[in-house]
């Protein structure tokens, strides 16, 4: 430990061959070795972070207790809950003989708290509904989302261009479809004029990209009132930044959701907030549980696009912090721009298993004092190893931690308890109803029946009335023409071809009400 020379006070920094490299915020436990407090800077906080390590081995709790010293220091923070197991922060923890243990080692005060927490949602969990429209998504990111080629993708700028000279507002995924259906048959001419010729393949195209998603539900994020980010900066009288809890649960089976959702948070986030410049805090920190499944199944362009994201949202004074089994489960482009590491145990089973090891050691700063990937294996639970960048960027010499106990419940809040917290919330009136704002599925729809009244009125002035000439201009004649577009066929087509049976999903949900 020659090398590593720390002060034994919670309040100052620990130096590194004679820099200061830590400057005091969020109390992280302590250094086995030498027992003294290790320490991350606030100001690291938006230069992201991955906390690593298998299963159990306390990855969660870390998160948790770094979100607390977060909120202790005035800054709000996002966390997403896929586990369901971080509402526990909404409660003091009581002390039990494993808290009083770590307690007695580190030399730690250690008291229960409560922090202020705000539940939000993206499906049918209870929280503050988070969804924005369509249009303020824009043909770009929409584009990404959907994994649109440039042909495709420039057929859906035409189509926002159409609705934006035509006031068809694009609330939603219904809106979206009724436009792409109406400029393949209705709406050809006007649209061919002035925006150019829609390809039938490329329409079919948009459409398959458009119903793959909504099988997993993304139609939930899609629509009014738009949540504004800025209401996830939010204090508490005391001075604390509230702990927003995304519950995240039912999202383990829908990846495509989640990469969607989570790519559109940030580049939200990142063009309504101004730049912060090389700001001594964060404004905002994310911490992404489970951060496998953003990636897992993500195409090139929305790792593209995330890899920029996060790249970009720094100068914004935003952290996100990786939570996720091995440092291998983050795209190399992105674990480059992660400057603090908190690695966690890892297991070796399998000759395989030794090899992970070593590749994780190896992204790690070199270190003459421990040996890295032999200790990886032995680290207890709730012990890591810890690198942060000094304040010169560089990434500081791993430091062996022995975190201190959440100072909130580690177990999950019951219903009543999660009640109570949605009770209070002040967002939950704002956000949690029912807008039903006519947009451009209503206005085509309208316009459609119109026509198709006009028609039958000529029709019947000429032919014989038959049996079907009270029903001719009611509903089914709209939706008729609507099923035999070539788009709708090949959707159809490609549907029973098994769409749906590649993401092994079937959703037997449907909307309950028009946004
Ligand atoms: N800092 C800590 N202080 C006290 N106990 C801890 C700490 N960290 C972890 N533990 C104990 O280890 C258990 C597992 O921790 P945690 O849920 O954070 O693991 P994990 O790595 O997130 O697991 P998974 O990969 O399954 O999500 C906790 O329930 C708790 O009992
Ligand atoms: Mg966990």
Redo the contacts with the bound molecule.
């Keep these: 430990m020659d090398n590593l020379q720390f002060s034994d006070s919670i309040q100052s920094s620990y130096t590194f061959k004679g820099e200061s490299i830590l400057v005091g915020s969020a109390i992280l436990?302590q250094n086995e070795e030498t027992h003294v407090q290790v320490k991350l800077p606030l100001k690291t906080f938006n230069r992201h972070g991955l906390i690593a390590?298998?299963?159990?081995?306390?990855?969660?709790?870390?998160?948790?207790?770094i979100a607390e010293d977060l909120s202790n220091a005035g800054i709000p923070v996002l966390v997403m809950d896929i586990?369901g197991?971080l509402s526990g922060l909404g409660a003091a923890g009581t002390s039990n003989p494993?808290?009083e243990k770590?307690q007695r080692l580190i030399g730690m005060d250690w008291e229960g708290k409560a922090f202020p927490l705000e539940f939000l949602s993206i499906s049918d969990e209870p929280g503050v509904k988070l969804r924005a429209t369509v249009s303020e998504y824009g043909p770009v990111l929409l584009s990404k989302i959907l994994d649109l080629n440039d042909n495709q993708s420039g057929v859906l700028s035409m189509i926002f261009k159409y609705c934006d000279d035509r006031h068809l507002p694009l609330l939603d995924f219904k809106d979206l479809k009724s436009v792409i259906n109406y400029v393949q048959q209705e709406g050809k001419e006007d649209f061919l004029q002035e925006y150019g010729f829609v390809h039938t393949n490329s329409a079919g195209a948009i459409m398959r990209s458009i119903i793959a998603l909504e099988q997993q539900n993304a139609d939930d994020i899609f629509g009014e009132p738009s949540f504004e980010v800025f209401d996830l900066m939010k204090k508490t009288e005391k001075g604390e930044g509230v702990i927003n809890v995304l519950r995240l649960t039912d999202m383990q089976t829908k990846p495509a959701l989640f990469s969607t959702f989570m790519l559109c948070l940030l580049a939200e986030i990142f063009e309504k907030m101004p730049e912060q410049g090389d700001s001594s805090k964060p404004e905002l920190v994310l911490f992404i549980?489970?951060a496998h499944l953003i990636f897992k199944n993500a195409s090139r362009n929305l790792l593209d696009q995330f890899e920029m994201t996060i790249k970009l949202i720094r100068s914004k004074g935003v952290g996100v912090f990786f939570?996720t089994?091995s440092p291998t489960d983050i795209p190399a482009a992105i674990l480059g721009h992660l400057g603090t590491k908190i690695q966690?145990a890892l297991r070796a089973f399998t000759a395989r298993d030794r090899k992970a090891i070593k590749t994780a050691a190896e992204n790690y700063p070199f270190s003459d004092f421990y040996e890295v990937d032999e200790l990886i294996t032995k680290l207890g639970?709730?012990e890591a190893l810890i690198s942060t960048l000094d304040e010169k960027g560089r990434p500081t010499e791993l430091v062996h931690t022995?975190?201190?106990?959440?100072f909130s419940r580690?177990?999950v809040l019951t219903n009543y308890e999660i009640g109570q917290i949605l009770k209070r919330s002040t967002l939950i009136p704002f956000y949690n109803v029912d807008v039903d704002r006519e947009s451009a599925y209503e206005i085509l729809h309208a316009r459609i029946s119109k026509s198709g009244q006009k028609e039958t009125e000529e029709d019947s002035q000429v032919k014989k009335p038959s049996k079907k000439v009270g029903k001719a201009n009611s509903e089914p004649t709209t939706f008729e023409k609507i099923m035999k577009s070539p788009v709708t066929k090949s959707i159809v087509i490609e549907i029973t071809c098994g769409i749906l049976g590649v993401l092994g999903l079937r959703t037997t949900r449907t909307r309950a009400r028009k946004r």
């Design positions: 436990g390590g298998a299963t159990g081995t306390g990855k969660t709790k870390t998160l948790q207790l586990k197991d494993i808290i770590r549980d489970e939570v089994q966690h639970i709730g022995l975190l201190r106990p959440p580690m177990d």
